[in-house]
């Protein structure tokens, strides 16, 4: 597990304990709507909100993977963990930070510290619009996703309104060949840049 992977999960106590509500994002993504709307979202009283993973959910694959990895349950879903609302003093006072961090040393997860996230979480978190965290499988509108009615037309209402772009995977920013039509015509990705790991804090 990488350092900045580390270092999101130790987040509750790098950051000082008058910090309730924090929002995580990786970063290889681009917000492209006023990110104050992602942080008015009602949590519901879940740790954390986040968005969940298409690539993941439309692979019968990577599903059975999951459930075989960590006894993944549909009824939790699995979220992708680049764009996490989390609500500190849940993450706080449960100990998340340290029983994934713990999860991810102990097992051997295809995806990580986001597998292990999702095991530890255990279904408590609050699924956000799926334009909050548009992924490859989304903005590309893979085969699996075309062939399901549901997470089709949500994944087509997505590329309509795009709220955060994440190039999660191997294929980055860069690759301005790899990018649809929809996605360069949506943000000016030639021109910008990427700052390292943002964070948006609320006080008590």
């Known amino acids: 597990?990488?350092?900045?992977?580390?270092l999101r999960l130790m987040i509750g106590d790098i950051l000082p304990n008058d910090i309730n509500k924090v929002i995580y994002?990786?970063?290889?993504?681009?917000v492209c709507k006023d990110i104050?709307?992602?942080?008015?979202?009602?949590?519901?009283?879940h740790v954390l909100a986040a968005v969940p993973d298409y690539g993941i959910l439309s692979s019968k694959k990577s599903l059975a993977e999951k459930h075989k990895s960590f006894g993944w349950k549909r009824d939790n879903g699995y979220f992708n963990s680049g764009v996490l609302v989390i609500n500190l003093v849940k993450w706080r006072e449960q100990?998340?930070?340290?029983n994934v961090l713990n999860?991810?040393?102990?097992?051997?997860?295809?995806?990580?510290?986001?597998?292990?996230?999702?095991?530890?979480?255990?279904?408590?978190?609050?699924p956000l619009d799926l334009s909050w965290n548009v992924i490859p499988p989304v903005y590309e509108l893979k085969p699996a996703i075309l062939m399901c009615t549901q997470l089709r037309k949500n994944a087509i209402k997505a590329n309509k309104n795009i709220g955060i772009l994440h190039w999660a995977g191997r294929k980055?920013?860069?690759?301005?060949?790899?990018?649809?039509?929809?996605?360069?015509?949506t943000i000016n990705i030639q021109k910008m840049s990427l700052t390292i790991h943002h964070f948006l804090l609320e006080k008590r």
Do not use: C
């Not at 994002?25 to 681009?30: A, N």
């Not at 980055?172 to 015509?185: E, R």
């Open 1 to 6: 597990m990488s350092k900045a992977a580390y």
């Open 25 to 30: 994002l990786d970063v290889d993504l681009v």
């Open 36 to 45: 104050k709307e992602l942080w008015q979202v009602d949590m519901h009283d």
């Open 95 to 98: 100990g998340y930070g340290a």
């Open 103 to 126: 999860a991810s040393q102990t097992h051997n997860f295809r995806h990580h510290d986001q597998d292990a996230l999702n095991m530890v979480v255990d279904g408590n978190w609050e």
């Open 172 to 185: 980055k920013l860069g690759s301005i060949n790899y990018m649809s039509p929809l996605t360069v015509s």
